[in-house]
């Protein structure tokens, strides 16, 4: 009996990862074949791509919801990967929504004997019918003596061993990965499974999320527009979370809003207000604010829903953003750089030329009246465009930070045609102006410290001077000239010179096949097509860097010449 059950797992194990390893092979095919010009019918052009681009997210989309619980939520964690998906990807992801049939009450009722014990005796009235199935649990509805309304979330039985078999296979996959020539150049798949893992199987603890409800909860309790549930710590476990049953109408209900006779633009504007609070006042904020996550109660409050993840902003990171709000401010592409490469944002080392034109577009187009209702959105995306393929990185806060302004932004855009999420946020960002919120004396100290720095570099400038002109006489100094754009262009120009002498070549070595074929000895054709394949191979090759080098030239490529 013990070795059929381990036969049996161990099959199990190998159906597993044969299904999971098939998914991965074909994405893997997919990104190959979309990457070569001759796949496109017709020829290539940017609407044929996105269009294929669009339809593979959404394959993958449901492929992952296939896969189950783990990928779920794999998923919905490389959607704060721009750099490791494109853009289209990344925002088919970022709407994945683990909707999945509810497991039996019978079962539910286990997983509450086996997490609380005697304890449930203090459970009465729990619903059959859970009031929402999700991967990792599913919520039921129940009242306790003592007359208190919760709700009990309860995850999935055997869950955790199945998280553990999926990322034991991801692991592996992540590994063959690193291992390739060009998929793991400039990329730790490793180091991102590893990071994948240790997320996942935080989310399994419950408790990890009480703690994230109630340290939530904390933040708004005097704030009368705010509603977070209360957690019944003495009926959570690991796989058990109990907090206050807290209804509402669904933030995107319109409709219903008005019925209740709520105002749905003061609806748009507390709930953006209470972003921005969590990101300036806390840094500690709702990372998965969707609208399925927040309701509205009778009297107009919002209410928070869902725990499981949440972001933090680290000191360093928010005394950066605020120099980072400073610099936009002053419209400062140079300075906004400099500070989103010290907060670690754009790795150090790097052509920063085609950033800072983006930038600067960016700023323009974000900060110049009347406002776009959608400006959060668009700069995502252009953000999003930039990272892929190329050695920048965001934090993923600031992608989670992004993702959940754009939710409101939409949100707020849907109850409010009017709504303005920049205007809403002027008040919150005026903080972040100064390093401390001390208004003139923090400005001084700027000030100051720019002239410490300046100082410095005087004093120390004849000492670099005497030093570069010795070098200079014993022929040691090098002197390097950089043309920017001129130079990229120069690259580009020689990269499409060799595209078009291979395709002289290409097409040459085609009418000798040609000939060849049609004489007495048509064997001899085999010559120049055997010929034509290396020649071929680094055609598609240059076809791929032309097309890598232009990215970033097309999205800055509407600025107006200054």
Same mark, same amino acid.
Request: aromatic share 8%; proline share 5%; hydrophobic share 45%.
């Given at each position: 009996m013990i070795l059929f059950s381990r036969l049996k797992s161990l099959l199990r194990r190998a159906f597993r990862?044969?299904?999971?390893? @098939?998914?991965?092979?074909?994405?893997?095919?997919?990104?190959?074949?979309?990457?070569?010009?001759? /796949?496109? *019918?017709?020829?290539?052009?940017?609407?044929?791509?996105? $269009?294929?681009?669009?339809?593979?997210?959404?394959?993958?989309t449901q492929e992952l919801l296939r896969l189950g619980s783990a990928f779920i939520k794999l998923g919905?964690?490389?959607?704060?990967?721009?750099?490791?998906? *494109?853009?289209?990807?990344?925002?088919?992801?970022?709407?994945?929504?683990? @909707?999945?049939?509810?497991? /039996?009450?019978?079962?539910?009722?286990?997983?509450?004997?086996?997490?609380?014990?005697?304890?449930?005796?203090?459970?009465?009235?729990?619903?059959?019918?859970?009031?929402?199935?999700?991967?990792?649990?599913?919520?039921?509805?129940?009242?306790? @003596?003592?007359?208190?309304?919760?709700?009990?979330?309860?995850?999935?039985?055997?869950?955790?061993?199945?998280?553990? +078999?999926? +990322? &034991?296979?991801?692991?592996?996959?992540?590994?063959?990965?690193?291992?390739?020539?060009?998929w793991g150049r400039g990329r730790d798949w490793v180091a991102i499974a590893q990071e994948c893992r240790r997320?996942?199987?935080? &989310?399994?603890?419950?408790?990890? &999320? $009480?703690?994230?409800?109630?340290?939530?909860?904390?933040?708004?309790?005097?704030? *009368?527009?705010?509603?977070? *549930?209360?957690?019944?710590?003495?009926?959570?476990?690991?796989r058990v979370l109990c907090l206050d049953y807290l209804p509402g109408i669904k933030i995107n209900d319109r409709?219903?809003?008005?019925?209740?006779?709520?105002?749905?633009?003061?609806?748009?504007?507390?709930?953006? $207000?209470?972003?921005? #609070? #969590?990101l300036v006042r806390y840094g500690f904020f709702h990372a998965d604010p969707h609208p399925g996550n927040l309701a509205v109660a009778a009297d107009g409050a919002l209410i928070y829903y869902d725990f499981g993840m949440m972001g933090q902003l680290s000191e360093r990171l928010r005394r950066r953003l605020g120099?980072?709000?400073?610099?936009?401010?002053?419209?400062?592409?140079?300075?906004?750089?400099?500070?989103?490469?010290?907060?670690?944002?754009?790795? !150090?080392?790097?052509?920063?030329?085609?950033? @800072?034109?983006l930038v600067r577009l960016m700023l323009k187009e974000a900060l110049t009246p009347p406002f776009s209702s959608s400006v959060i959105q668009k700069l995502s995306g252009d953000?999003?465009?930039?990272?892929?393929?190329?050695?920048?990185?965001?934090?993923?806060?600031?992608?989670?930070?992004?993702?959940?302004?754009? !939710?409101?932004?939409?949100?707020?855009?849907s109850l409010d045609p009017g709504f303005s999420l920049v205007a809403i946020a002027k008040p919150y960002l005026l903080p972040l102006m100064t390093s401390s919120g001390s208004g003139s004396n923090d400005l001084l100290n700027e000030f100051g410290r720019q002239v410490g720095a300046i100082s410095s570099r005087a004093v120390g400038l004849p000492r670099r001077l005497d030093e570069s002109l010795e070098r200079l006489e014993q022929g040691d100094l090098q002197l390097q000239i950089r043309m920017g754009e001129s130079d990229r262009q120069f690259r580009r120009m020689v990269t499409a010179q060799n595209s078009i002498g291979q395709s002289v070549l290409l097409g040459g070595l085609a009418v000798a096949a040609a000939l060849m074929g049609a004489s007495s000895r048509p064997l001899w054709a085999l010559l120049p097509l055997g010929a034509a394949l290396p020649v071929g191979m680094g055609w598609l090759k240059l076809q791929v860097k032309l097309r890598r080098d232009g990215r970033i030239e097309t999205l800055s490529g509407s600025e107006p010449s200054s």
């Amino acid at each position: 009996m013990i070795l059929f059950s381990r036969l049996k797992s161990l099959l199990r194990r190998a159906f597993r990862g044969l299904r999971i390893w @098939r998914a991965v092979l074909t994405l893997l095919f997919f990104l190959w074949w979309d990457a070569r010009a001759f /796949s496109y *019918p017709g020829g290539l052009t940017q609407e044929r791509r996105e $269009a294929r681009q669009q339809g593979r997210a959404r394959w993958l989309t449901q492929e992952l919801l296939r896969l189950g619980s783990a990928f779920i939520k794999l998923g919905q964690l490389l959607s704060a990967r721009p750099d490791v998906l *494109p853009a289209g990807w990344v925002t088919e992801l970022a709407a994945l929504q683990d @909707r999945v049939p509810s497991f /039996s009450f019978d079962r539910a009722q286990s997983v509450l004997e086996e997490e609380l014990g005697a304890r449930c005796a203090e459970i009465i009235d729990l619903d059959e019918q859970p009031i929402a199935a999700a991967s990792l649990a599913q919520v039921h509805r129940a009242s306790l @003596r003592s007359g208190r309304q919760v709700v009990l979330k309860i995850q999935r039985p055997g869950l955790e061993s199945l998280f553990r +078999l999926d +990322l &034991e296979v991801m692991q592996q996959v992540a590994a063959v990965l690193q291992r390739h020539p060009k998929w793991g150049r400039g990329r730790d798949w490793v180091a991102i499974a590893q990071e994948c893992r240790r997320v996942l199987l935080r &989310e399994l603890d419950f408790r990890l &999320e $009480a703690q994230h409800a109630a340290r939530f909860r904390q933040q708004f309790l005097d704030d *009368p527009n705010i509603r977070v *549930p209360g957690v019944v710590w003495e009926l959570s476990t690991r796989r058990v979370l109990c907090l206050d049953y807290l209804p509402g109408i669904k933030i995107n209900d319109r409709q219903a809003l008005l019925d209740a006779g709520i105002d749905p633009s003061k609806v748009a504007e507390i709930g953006s $207000a209470s972003y921005l #609070q #969590q990101l300036v006042r806390y840094g500690f904020f709702h990372a998965d604010p969707h609208p399925g996550n927040l309701a509205v109660a009778a009297d107009g409050a919002l209410i928070y829903y869902d725990f499981g993840m949440m972001g933090q902003l680290s000191e360093r990171l928010r005394r950066r953003l605020g120099g980072m709000v400073r610099a936009a401010a002053a419209r400062d592409a140079a300075s906004l750089v400099d500070e989103m490469q010290a907060a670690g944002v754009i790795a !150090t080392g790097v052509d920063v030329g085609p950033v @800072r034109r983006l930038v600067r577009l960016m700023l323009k187009e974000a900060l110049t009246p009347p406002f776009s209702s959608s400006v959060i959105q668009k700069l995502s995306g252009d953000l999003y465009e930039l990272v892929y393929g190329q050695p920048f990185r965001l934090p993923v806060e600031l992608i989670f930070v992004m993702r959940a302004l754009s !939710t409101f932004e939409g949100v707020g855009k849907s109850l409010d045609p009017g709504f303005s999420l920049v205007a809403i946020a002027k008040p919150y960002l005026l903080p972040l102006m100064t390093s401390s919120g001390s208004g003139s004396n923090d400005l001084l100290n700027e000030f100051g410290r720019q002239v410490g720095a300046i100082s410095s570099r005087a004093v120390g400038l004849p000492r670099r001077l005497d030093e570069s002109l010795e070098r200079l006489e014993q022929g040691d100094l090098q002197l390097q000239i950089r043309m920017g754009e001129s130079d990229r262009q120069f690259r580009r120009m020689v990269t499409a010179q060799n595209s078009i002498g291979q395709s002289v070549l290409l097409g040459g070595l085609a009418v000798a096949a040609a000939l060849m074929g049609a004489s007495s000895r048509p064997l001899w054709a085999l010559l120049p097509l055997g010929a034509a394949l290396p020649v071929g191979m680094g055609w598609l090759k240059l076809q791929v860097k032309l097309r890598r080098d232009g990215r970033i030239e097309t999205l800055s490529g509407s600025e107006p010449s200054s």
